[in-house]
């Protein structure tokens, strides 16, 4: 009977060293080593898209304030009706430049948008709610408090949410398989090299 020995194809090593794996650069850029098969879902890394989270946000904020100025400076439109509309189209800018550039997502599902809206109806609650908090519990006079307060709580909350909800990385189940080996090749190098390949 022959002894096995159960291993991640990702973490191969051979005579002794990791083997390179897929990542990104400095910049974001992503990068694929010779010695290594990558999945096609590579992701940046998280410092990245943090950045580029901040980016999109900014942008979605910028976008939100551009048409809602637009749109009461040059329509009949009430401002509550113009300020949803605004809202929207920062939404949706930020739904695509989050999807495509800041979590790379290659998926093509309708639960990608529809869990985009639900994290932020989500979070929309979750912003009120420590708004009013603070504003019940310390005063109006703290309201720069409460609207940086649940800003930054529903900020963290927005990135947690597409990262791990509706932009999570998925996994080819051939770079997740492990390998069973004999133990004798387990630990041959040579073994592994032709294994790799």
Same mark, same amino acid.
């Given at each position: 009977?022959?002894?096995?020995?159960?291993?991640?194809?990702?973490?191969?090593?051979?005579?002794?060293?990791?083997? /390179?794996?897929? %990542?990104?650069?400095? !910049?974001?850029?992503?990068?694929?080593?010779?010695?290594? /098969?990558?999945?096609?879902? &590579?992701?940046?890394?998280?410092?990245?898209?943090?950045?580029? $989270?901040?980016?999109?946000? %900014?942008?979605?904020?910028?976008? !939100?304030?551009l048409c809602y100025a637009l749109i009461t400076s040059f329509s009949a439109l009430s401002p509550d009706l113009a300020k949803g509309i605004s809202y929207l189209c920062g939404m949706i800018f930020g739904f695509w430049g989050n999807k495509l550039w800041t979590f790379e997502s290659k998926q093509r599902s309708l639960s990608e948008? *529809?869990?985009?809206?639900?994290?932020?109806?989500? &979070? *929309?609650?979750?912003?009120?709610?420590?708004?009013?908090?603070?504003?019940? *519990?310390? %005063? !109006?006079?703290?309201?720069?408090?409460?609207? @940086?307060?649940? &800003? %930054?709580?529903?900020?963290?909350?927005? $990135?947690?949410?597409? /990262? @791990? *909800?509706?932009?999570?990385?998925?996994?080819?189940?051939?770079?997740? #398989?492990?390998?069973?080996?004999?133990?004798?090749?387990? $630990? !041959?190098?040579?073994? #592994?090299?032709?294994?790799?390949?």
């Amino acid at each position: 009977m022959a002894i096995a020995l159960v291993r991640s194809r990702s973490r191969s090593t051979s005579a002794g060293e990791p083997r /390179k794996s897929c %990542g990104t650069t400095s !910049d974001g850029r992503s990068t694929l080593s010779n010695s290594s /098969k990558c999945s096609e879902n &590579t992701r940046p890394e998280v410092s990245t898209q943090i950045v580029r $989270f901040i980016v999109i946000g %900014g942008s979605s904020v910028a976008i !939100d304030g551009l048409c809602y100025a637009l749109i009461t400076s040059f329509s009949a439109l009430s401002p509550d009706l113009a300020k949803g509309i605004s809202y929207l189209c920062g939404m949706i800018f930020g739904f695509w430049g989050n999807k495509l550039w800041t979590f790379e997502s290659k998926q093509r599902s309708l639960s990608e948008p *529809l869990l985009y809206v639900l994290i932020y109806a989500c &979070t *929309l609650g979750i912003n009120i709610g420590i708004n009013r908090l603070v504003l019940s *519990l310390a %005063g !109006d006079e703290y309201r720069l408090l409460g609207f @940086f307060l649940a &800003t %930054g709580v529903t900020t963290v909350s927005n $990135f947690v949410g597409m /990262k @791990f *909800l509706a932009f999570r990385e998925s996994h080819s189940p051939a770079a997740n #398989t492990p390998s069973v080996l004999p133990l004798e090749q387990a $630990f !041959d190098p040579a073994s #592994t090299e032709r294994n790799a390949a």
